[in-house]
C-alpha cells in the first residue's frame, strides 16, 4: 500500500482560495488513481474530485468549475486547488488512491481541515 500524507488546510473566507497537496511514498505512485475526498461534521464521506495516472480528472457536481486536481507522477504528489469556496466546502478534506483496476480507494491520508467563513 502507499502512504499518504496531506497538507494545506487552513481557514479562509468565503470566495478564497487553498490548496491542498498529497505527498504519497511506500509504492509506485504512477500505478494509482488518485482521490481527494471531504468530510463534513454529521455528514457523509463524499468523493469530490479524482485523476488517473495519465491525468484523466473526475469532479463530483459540487465543486465542478472551483476545484482543480493535479499531480505530479516524478514527485509523488497530488494537489487539490480550490477556488472560490463556500461556507458549505468547510470539512476535513482526505488524500486517497486505489490501485489500477480496483474499484476501492484502500489508503487514505490522515487528514486536513478546512474551514470556509467569515
Known amino acids: 500500500q502507499v502512504q499518504l500524507v496531506e497538507s494545506g488546510g487552513g481557514l479562509v473566507q468565503p470566495g478564497g482560495s487553498l490548496r491542498l497537496s498529497c505527498a504519497a511514498s511506500?509504492?509506485?505512485?504512477?500505478?494509482?488513481?488518485m482521490g481527494w475526498s471531504r468530510q463534513a461534521p454529521g455528514k457523509q464521506r463524499e468523493l469530490v474530485a479524482t485523476?488517473?495516472?495519465?491525468?484523466?480528472?473526475n469532479y463530483a457536481d459540487s465543486v465542478k468549475g472551483r476545484f482543480t486536481i493535479s499531480r505530479d507522477n516524478a514527485k509523488s504528489t497530488v494537489d487539490l486547488q480550490m477556488n472560490g469556496l463556500k461556507p458549505e466546502d468547510t470539512a476535513v478534506y482526505y488524500c486517497?488512491?486505489?490501485?489500477?483496476?480496483?474499484?476501492?480507494?484502500?489508503?487514505w491520508g490522515q487528514g486536513t481541515q478546512v474551514t470556509v467563513s467569515s
Open positions: 486517497s488512491a486505489r490501485e489500477i483496476g480496483s474499484l476501492v480507494f484502500r489508503s
Open positions: 485523476i488517473s495516472p495519465s491525468g484523466s480528472t
Open positions: 511506500g509504492s509506485i505512485f504512477s500505478s494509482y488513481v
